[in-house]
Each structure stands twice: as C-alpha cells, then as structure tokens.
C-alpha cells in the first residue's frame, strides 16, 4: 500500500506512525501552496513588485509532458505555465 499525500492542511492529529511501519506503508508528501499563497503571489505580479521574467515560461498545454522533462533536464525554466488555446 502507498499512501500520497499532497499539499499542506491544518495541522489536525490522526496519523498512526505506528501502522505505517508495521504495515510497511510507504508515504510520500509533496509540498502544495495554499490558497492565500496564491492570493498574495497574484497581488504581486499584478502590482508589478515581481515578475515572470527568467523563471517562468508559457507552453501549450498539450506540451505538458515534454515540460516535466525538459525541467527534470535543466533545460527549462522551474516554472511552466501550460496554456490553451
């Protein structure tokens, strides 16, 4: 069994560490941004405090899987926006 867990919630007690490990449960967590995160990152952008400029770069979206590699390869920005259309 493997258990994925994705993104951040409120700190809420229930995880048995225990039957993780006698069970031989693999967990893996992968960071996520919460919605303010968004919130104050879209504030940014469109205040003109930062922008897109050396880390990101638009691609169709149907190059999506492309993107992941060519990310995973250094030769690509960290962030790819997929577009459509």
């Known amino acids: ?3 994925v867990h994705v993104g951040l919630q409120d700190n809420e007690p229930g995880l048995d560490t225990r039957r ?6 693999g967990f ?3 960071y996520c941004y919460r919605h303010q995160d968004f919130a104050t ?3 940014l952008l469109t205040g003109g405090k930062v922008t897109g400029e050396g880390w990101t ?3 169709p979206l149907d190059d999506g899987a492309q993107a992941f ?13 997929l577009a459509t259309g």
Request: no cysteine; hydrophobic share 50%.
């Open 57 to 59: 770069e638009i691609r």
């Open 69 to 81: 590699i060519d990310i995973d390869q250094g030769r690509a920005p960290p962030k790819i926006i």
């Open 41 to 43: 990152a879209l504030d």
């Open 1 to 3: 069994m493997v258990i």
């Open 20 to 25: 993780l490990t006698l069970q031989e449960i």
């Open 28 to 30: 893996f967590g992968a």
